[in-house]
């Protein structure tokens, strides 16, 4: 049983606008969240993360925000890039930082 | 540094045959995390390591799956015999020591066909 949902498996954008991905987790323990970014054929990059005492952290064009009590978290890329496009993880750990549990990636296609 | 190193990019084998996928993490890296990533269900961990110590090998799907690292700088997923249902990308990642802001480093993984 998956502890970390991604539901929707692709988003379309126009460059510029804003995007925004979705992540649900059941787990209540977790308590640090990330999400990565994967190209084809290559491995997966960190890219913004977010400790359960915040409800939001802003890195650049990248913002990721927690609702802990709809136990559901977001990224927001503003504004998006084609460079952009690729799929992205979310993944979520309780206590032990270092097993991370992840969900099964959204693939973001940002339109020229 | 160069990263995490994973040999080969790319596996092509039978089913039966046993198949060795191998993992240099990054120098000074505590953890080594292998993860199986599928259509289904995204990216799977399958076991990982501290200090060249396996601590977590519950997602390890069967008997046929094992996994050694018999140093800091290297580690083998070893799948004997191998089937179709195998058939993935096999990621390695690894990490430094527990910590506030930790995160995994991901090698570019393993493609792997069972045909």
């Known amino acids: 049983d998956q502890q970390v949902k991604q539901n929707s498996p692709s988003l379309s954008v126009q460059e510029g606008r804003i995007s925004i991905l979705n992540c649900d987790y059941t787990?209540?323990?977790?308590?640090?969240f990330l999400w990565y970014k994967k190209y084809p054929a290559e491995g997966p990059t960190f890219l913004i993360s977010?400790?359960?005492?915040?409800d939001k952290n802003e890195d650049g064009r990248f913002t990721v925000f927690l609702n802990k009590s709809a136990k559901h978290l977001s990224l927001h890329i503003v504004p998006s890039q084609p460079g952009d496009s690729a799929v992205y993880f979310c993944?979520?750990?309780?206590?032990?930082?270092?097993?991370?549990?992840f969900g099964s990636g959204t693939k973001l296609n940002v339109k020229p | 540094d160069a990263g995490v190193i994973q040999s080969p990019r790319h596996e092509v084998t039978e089913m039966g045959q046993e198949v060795t996928l191998r993992c240099k993490p990054i120098?000074?890296?505590?953890?080594l995390f292998w993860y199986r990533q599928t259509m289904m269900r995204g990216l799977e961990l399958l076991i990982y390591?501290?200090?060249?110590?396996?601590?977590?090998d519950s997602g390890m799907p069967e008997d046929r799956f094992s996994a050694k690292m018999p140093n800091a700088s290297f580690s083998t997923l070893k799948i004997q015999p191998s089937e179709p249902r195998d058939s993935a990308v096999y990621f390695c990642?690894?990490?430094?020591?527990?910590?506030?802001?930790?995160?995994?480093?991901f090698g570019q993984g393993t493609r792997l066909t069972v045909v």
């Open positions: 120098s000074g890296h505590d953890y």
């Open positions: 977010i400790s359960s005492i915040k």
């Open positions: 990642a690894s990490s430094r020591r527990q910590g506030v802001n930790t995160e995994a480093f």
């Open positions: 993944a979520a750990s309780a206590g032990n930082f270092n097993k991370f549990y």
């Open positions: 787990n209540s323990m977790f308590d640090y």
């Open positions: 390591f501290n200090n060249n110590v396996p601590i977590d």
